[in-house]
């Protein structure tokens, strides 16, 4: 034999011996994970059935489970790409990326045939073909049918184990093919959810917010309102919106930002699928009218006064599932139930207190003609004096304007740093229904005589080491953290120096 012959011989035999420990290795692989194989002929990428393509499919019958329908081609869209229309819902609209996944199964091939020839019930039950996990049934145009049948997949999920037709041969396909068949009618359905109203170019008119076991939220804009303050160029914000509940006091003002980043920035709600397209029973996914999870209902306008138009959307939220990644959903009377991304959640605020202004007793300095400051045992006088604004000054918004406390004259950077110290005391977390225990022997108490002859009355009580506490309703109570009660102090000291 020449050298040439010897080269060729034994490349041929390298060849045959590397295809060998491919397909035990492979095998062997299978074998370990799942039952016990007997020994069977080992064919590696056998095609059971090829269609061509989608063009030569007129239908696609599936059975997940309880569920069953029939898909049929209708034609081809201006992508060139086959449109398929559900038998006993032609009115929908089928998810395109699902049914392009289902449409691969006109090519089915496996890696290897398990076993041959099983039609014992107890071996079958072994590999989940007893009872299939589900089936579809594939027809060409010309009425060439194939039917598949699938069972489990292999415990390292690589693989499915199904029979095609008549088949009795049990074999080994790839995992991901077990997902043509376990689509349910509903979660082919393609359907769209209303986007959130015009919140960009549009006016919050109305919130409400529910948690399922919270107190329902309920904020509405008022036209009345004055939402600017300025003050030798300084701006200072407040809101139009004010609470209609659960909050009845005026001193509790809307978080300032709600438009701007609350409302403005609700992410879209994505549809990862329909879960049902005709729920009867909401309940079981945390949807119900009586007691949703979450509920939010806005309500905007958009256009000129006299031809305002309002929008309104209400979504319900439920349960999460899939490790809290999806989240059960639908809109407002509707009947479909939807899997959305739990993304769609982020930056939605249900509980009352994130509603809630962090400068909770805020008031501008220009409305307040004096105050008394209880601290520490002893009530200090702040007092602001301002001169009558003179008609033919230069600046006719100039006025002289002088600061005291405990009857000392202050520079007014100090005045204002102990003034905005007093009105920064910011909520840390809210007490509903028992009152707190409270020291009365150690009290903070802002007394604020208005401009326009109001009074207003802030009192905090030691409630621990940390805490302060202020009432803001019959039963309703918020705690601040004590290091807002040292600023007041460090900033009384300066200014008593």
Known sequence: MSKKKKLIFGLVILLILVGAVVAVSIVNSIKEANTPVEESSQVLDEVLFDLGNTGNVASMQVTYGSDSYTLVTDG???????????????????????????????????????????????????????????????????????????????????????????????????????????????????????????????????????????????????????AVYSQGGATYLGTNLKFLSPYDNDALMVYTGLQAEYFENLPELEIAEVIDANCQDFSIYGLSDEDPVFRETITSRTGDPGEYVYNTTDYIFGYTYKDDTCIYFREGDNNIVFGIDVAGMSGRMFTPFQFVNQLMFYEIISNVDSAELTIDGRTHQLEILREEEKEDSEDSGERLTVYYVDGKLLEKDLFTSLYRAMISVAPDYEIVGNEPIMNEDDIVTFTLHLITGEDKVVTYYRTSEFYYVAQAGEDLWFAAANRYFDDIRTALDACLE
Not at 106 to 123: C, G, K, L, W
Not at 158 to 179: L, P
């Open 76 to 226: 081809v869209d201006e992508l060139g790409s086959t449109v398929w229309i559900m038998k006993e819902h032609p009115d929908w609209s089928l998810s395109y990326m699902r049914t392009y996944v289902l449409s691969m199964g006109v090519q089915f091939y496996s890696y290897m045939t398990v076993e041959e020839n099983v039609t014992d019930p107890a071996r079958l039950d072994e590999f989940g073909l007893k009872n299939p996990v589900s089936s579809f049934v594939v027809t060409s145009v010309d009425g060439e049918t194939h039917q598949v049948r699938m069972g489990v997949k292999s415990t390292d999920k690589k693989y499915v184990f199904c029979q095609v037709d008549d088949d009795t041969n049990i074999y080994a396909c790839d995992g991901s093919f077990a997902t043509y068949s376990t689509y349910t009618a509903a979660g082919l359905r393609s359907a769209s959810i209303d986007h959130v109203v015009d919140t960009e170019n549009g006016t919050l008119v109305k919130l409400f917010c529910q948690k399922s076991g919270e107190r329902p939220v309920e904020i509405e804009y008022d036209e009345d309102r004055v």
